[in-house]
């Protein structure tokens, strides 16, 4: 069975921080790009940070970059988000997915290829 969970999230204050995880299982992570995408209400989805499949070349929403830092651990067939800085405007819930397509630009901006998506945790930033 092919499923991507989402976890760590919950409710910070503004400073804090939050690492959320995206467990694979039903395929290995390795041979995927995988993304973090965000939506919040009233808003479209958007792509937050990806990283590919083959070389590590990651990518960032410029309202993250600096906060944020997306990693894989192979063994683990799980990739993370390093969430810091956290600030209200990041309050959404956050999904992970896997596409086929190298591109890391191209599923952080177009959700290109995407075969796998997550349920999805939510992330709250208030005091």
């Known amino acids: 069975q092919v499923q991507l969970v989402e976890s760590g999230g919950g409710l910070v204050q503004p400073g804090g921080s939050l690492r959320l995880s995206c467990a694979a299982s039903?395929?290995?992570?390795?041979?995927?790009?995988i993304g973090w995408f965000r939506q919040a209400p009233g808003k479209e989805r958007e792509g937050v940070s990806c990283?590919?499949?083959?070389?590590?070349?990651?990518t960032s929403a410029d309202s993250v970059k600096g906060r944020f830092t997306i990693s894989r651990d192979n063994a683990k067939n799980t990739v993370y988000l390093q969430m810091n800085s956290l600030k209200p405007e990041d309050t959404a819930i956050y999904y992970c997915?896997?596409?086929?397509?190298?591109?890391?630009?191209?599923?952080?901006?177009?959700?290109?290829?995407?075969?796998?998506w997550g349920q999805g945790t939510q992330v709250t930033v208030s005091s």
């Open positions: 039903g395929f290995t992570l390795s041979y995927y790009t």
């Open positions: 990283i590919s499949s083959s070389d590590g070349m990651t």
């Open positions: 997915a896997a596409a086929g397509a190298p591109a890391v630009q191209a599923l952080c901006v177009r959700s290109f290829d995407v075969r796998y």
